[in-house]
């Protein structure tokens, strides 16, 4: 059974620095896509960034130059570094993994990481 298990959320004020990790068990299939997503309060779910397994990677534009997105394929993780945190970050991560084993594609979205920035 997949399982995705996202840590590093948490209280930090305008500025400040987090780390999330999102850690994908149980895969059976090949990777493509690996990324992160937030719900802030009151509204849709949005992409922060993704990284495919070639390396490519993409942000949102609020995220660009704040944020930096990277994977280890050895061990079917993802990272989200992210800097100077302002407090429209807020909200619920989700870590999102999307791969294929033929002729079935999968998508899996971890419980989600709440992250506050806040003074």
């Known amino acids: 059974q997949v399982q995705l298990v996202e840590s590093g959320g948490g209280l930090v004020q305008p500025g400040g620095s987090l780390r999330l990790s999102c850690a994908a068990s149980?895969?059976?299939?090949?990777?493509?896509?690996m990324g992160w997503y937030r719900r802030a309060p009151g509204k849709q779910r949005e992409v922060v960034a993704d990284?495919?397994?070639?390396?490519?990677?993409n942000y949102a534009d609020s995220v660009k130059g704040r944020f930096t997105i990277s994977r280890d394929n050895a061990k079917n993780m993802v990272y989200l570094q992210m800097n100077n945190l302002k407090p429209e970050d807020t909200g619920v991560y989700y870590c999102?993994?999307?791969?294929?084993?033929?002729?079935?594609?999968?998508?899996?979205w971890g419980p989600g990481t709440q992250v506050t920035v806040s003074s």
């Open positions: 149980g895969i059976i299939f090949s990777i493509n896509v």
């Open positions: 990284i495919n397994s070639g390396g490519s990677k």
């Open positions: 999102n993994v999307k791969g294929s084993r033929f002729p079935t594609q999968y998508d899996f």
